[in-house]
T-cell receptor, first 115, second 111 residues
Framework: DAGVIQSPRHEVTEMGQEVTLRCKPI?????LFWYRQTMMRGLELLIY????????DSGMPEDRFSAKMPNASFSTLKIQPSEPRDSAVYFCASSSQGIGSNEQFFGPGTRLTVL | QKEVEQDPGPLSVPEGAIVSLNCTYS??????FMWYRQYSRKGPELLMY????GNKEDGRFTAQVDKSSKYISLFIRDSQPSDSATYLCAMSNFGNEKLTFGTGTRLTIIP
């Protein structure tokens, strides 16, 4: 398996623009997580899905952020409009309840810079 | 106060030294304890996993959990330059897939 796939790997955009980050989880995994990582705040959970259904979105900072999971193999995180303070590395991770260890497998991340 | 506290470092030690990394937590319901390693510009990868209290050893790495003190540790023996990375502790409740992470400790092993 190729692991968790994220695209794009880097994104530079201007304030006010819409940004869409994409994630393909590991096949067979039923949980998908979106995180944001910054030097100041570390790794923060934004939202997670179970079987394509959002379970906990309490970490989503504002209404400007939205996430969808239309099927088991694809998820998006959208920021509209983007602001400079959204600059961070965004990680997608997936896991399987069947593993029993709560291990999450992380993608390589998308480095977002909002100018 | 955060649920999980971790000294961000940075921590620099000479090659061959023993490294001790620590986290404290406040949620007594945490049952699963993990250490993730994150190399620069990469995603975190699971390094060690422990359920409840006790020790677990894997090669040069030892994870310890003291639930009475709400304190977990990761020891690295005979540290190598390839161990240079950020180490994040993570925890979860029984039956909950959601992990709570520490902020991570940046470790550098000096050759």
């Amino acid at each position: 398996d190729a692991g968790v796939i994220q695209s794009p790997r880097h994104e530079v955009t201007e304030m006010g623009q819409e940004v869409t980050l994409r994630c393909k989880p590991i096949s067979g995994h039923d949980y998908l997580f979106w995180y944001r990582q910054t030097m100041m705040r570390g790794l923060e959970l934004l939202i997670y899905f179970n079987n394509n259904v959002p379970i906990d979105d309490s970490g989503m900072p504002e209404d400007r952020f939205s996430a969808k999971m239309p099927n088991a193999s694809f998820s998006t995180l959208k920021i509209q409009p983007s602001e400079p303070r959204d600059s961070a590395v965004y990680f997608c991770a997936s896991s399987s309840q069947g593993i029993g260890s709560n291990e999450q497998f992380f993608g390589p991340g998308t480095r977002l810079t909002v100018l | 106060q955060k649920e999980v506290e971790q000294d961000p470092g940075p921590l620099s030690v000479p090659e061959g030294a023993i490294v001790s990394l620590n986290c404290t937590y406040s949620n007594s319901a945490f049952q699963y304890f993990m250490w993730y390693r994150q190399y620069s510009r990469k995603g975190p990868e699971l390094l060690m996993y422990t359920y409840s209290s006790g020790n677990k050893e894997d090669g040069r790495f030892t994870a310890q959990v003291d639930k009475s003190s709400k304190y977990i540790s990761l020891f690295i023996r005979d540290s190598q330059p390839s161990d240079s990375a950020t180490y994040l502790c993570a925890m979860s409740n029984f039956g909950n897939e959601k992990l709570t992470f520490g902020t991570g400790t940046r470790l550098t092993i000096i050759p």
